[in-house]
């Protein structure tokens, strides 16, 4: 059922101009809306990557729908879009929300650690997980993720950690550049879909190090995705059925290909894997 905003919060960094919201069942959601200056697809971009991601086993924020009331937009005058000097009033309906991990006067988000904390990062391997399914879904941004300390099984419960042991976790974010934004292109750069610390990426000595994700990529079935699409409201899809039906037929014969983009980018000039066996 979708959750409806009771409360603004703040503006969040970004080119989407999300907004942080607090919702009536008392979570806290970074909100994208529909009419955002990116395009009305890096909704759907966002909703199919966190379904895929999580069927991999990759640590992703709750999505939900959030119906923002008019009601609401027209008493927070920070509730807007900015594109260039022009500034407009966000719109009111269904817009996509994305949970925080708790309520953010309670529980610190980061976008940084230093390194000595990002080394003890509990899902660190997850990193080469999304690199390798961003490889698949023609990520063209650079890979987002937050971190948050917390009791670990909370978060992620399959960890192999005693239940109440605490750490910092990763939660991959911001998937609204899949399939090359609102293109829907597959545009295989080596360098694209990089995390900018290659620290994550230390482990990596040859193409077994993405296993089992490259195999769960192979084997992914096709219903996550039609599930996710099912799900959608209907106006975030508007005229673009076809089209995303094109797209994700296209998606699906890339599974195989997964390796090939992965060795791609371990051979280009960045050499983003230290440790990569040839």
Known sequence: MPVTARRFVRRMRGGAQAQLLEADDGAYYVT????????????????????????????????????VPAELIAREPEMCIQTGSQRRQASAGRHLGSATPGAPDKLAVYDYLPDALLGDVMNREQFLGTLAFDKWAGNSDARQAVFFRATVKTYWPDAPVAPTRKGFLAWMIDHGYLFDGPHWEFVDSPLQGLYH?????????????????????EAMPESVADEAVRAMPAEWIADDHDALMRLLERLWRRRKRTAELVCAMASSKLKPFARWLK
């Open 32 to 67: 994208k809306f529909i009419d955002n200056p990116q395009h009305r697809r890096v909704l759907i971009n966002e909703w199919l990557g966190a379904a895929l991601l999580r069927q991999l086993g990759i640590s992703v924020p709750r999505l939900e729908i959030i119906n």
């Open 197 to 217: 610390r290659k620290l994550v990426y230390d482990s990596v000595t040859g193409l077994d190090s993405f296993e089992p994700w490259i195999a769960r990529i």
